[in-house]
């Protein structure tokens, strides 16, 4: 079945660090690929997504391209900030066996210094 | 625009007890999906409805659990004869269509603790 396989945290980080979260999937077809936030106490958010292969998606200044050659969906932002610390998901939806529910990865806990 | 409502935001049963929870979508909203995530894992599924209508509980333990989204008033999640392990964050999300493509909203989730 389809899966969601991230890279385990915690992530700690200067202010200003370049930030990569590692995700790749499994899947067939072709899902649409989503990057979630988790504030402390909080309900998820979506950060951004991607619907097709090479789509990139971007929002705060976060990025992710769906690359289907790597099967990889990795969230970057060149500099991070202490208001970042969150717990960040990848997820996806979808694809030839999925249907409509979302699997998410197990989720990143990113800490930021100042 | 009101988001994504649940509640009660927290709530203690002991053991053998009913848990209700409660979920009010976005509005104009017409699909509710309901998540469990255990502490310091990710979100697992375990059901999508429609108005009136189960669509996918492939994520549902057998027994006690249930779920509806009537045609009037909130998606309700119901945990019978709760034990320990059904502690757990419970999210629901809801969206406007069926598609994946369709951005799912989040609710604040409500934290049940079994003692």
């Known amino acids: 079945g389809n899966s969601v396989t991230q890279m385990e945290g915690p992530v700690t980080l200067s202010e200003e660090a370049f930030l990569t979260i590692n995700c790749t999937y499994t899947a067939t077809g072709y899902p649409s690929l989503f990057w979630y936030v988790q504030y402390p106490g909080e309900g998820l958010q979506l950060l951004l997504k991607?619907?097709?292969?090479?789509d990139k998606g971007s929002n705060k200044g976060f990025e992710a391209t769906y690359r289907k050659e790597t099967t990889s969906f990795h969230l970057e932002k060149g500099s991070v900030q202490v208001s970042d610390s969150a717990v960040y998901f990848c997820?996806?939806?979808?694809?030839?066996?999925?249907?409509?529910?979302?699997?998410f990865g197990a989720g990143t806990r990113l800490f930021v210094k100042a | 625009n009101a988001g994504v409502m649940q509640n009660p935001r927290h709530l203690v049963r002991r053991r053998g007890q009913e848990a209700r929870l409660r979920c009010s979508p976005m509005k104009g909203h017409s699909h509710v999906y309901w998540y469990r995530q255990l502490p310091e894992e990710g979100l697992k599924f375990m059901v999508y409805?429609?108005?009136?209508?189960?669509?996918?509980e492939s994520g549902m333990p057998k027994e006690r659990f249930s779920a509806e989204f009537p045609k009037e008033g909130p998606s309700i999640l119901r945990i019978q004869q709760v034990v320990r392990g059904d502690s757990a964050a419970y999210f629901c999300?809801?969206?406007?269509?069926?598609?994946?493509?369709?951005?799912?909203?989040f609710g604040p989730g409500t934290r049940l603790t079994v003692t």
């Open positions: 409805l429609q108005k009136e209508n189960i669509i996918d």
């Open positions: 997820a996806l939806s979808g694809g030839n066996t999925g249907g409509f529910k979302t699997i």
């Open positions: 999300a809801s969206s406007s269509g069926a598609s994946e493509t369709y951005e799912q909203y």
């Open positions: 991607a619907t097709k292969a090479d």
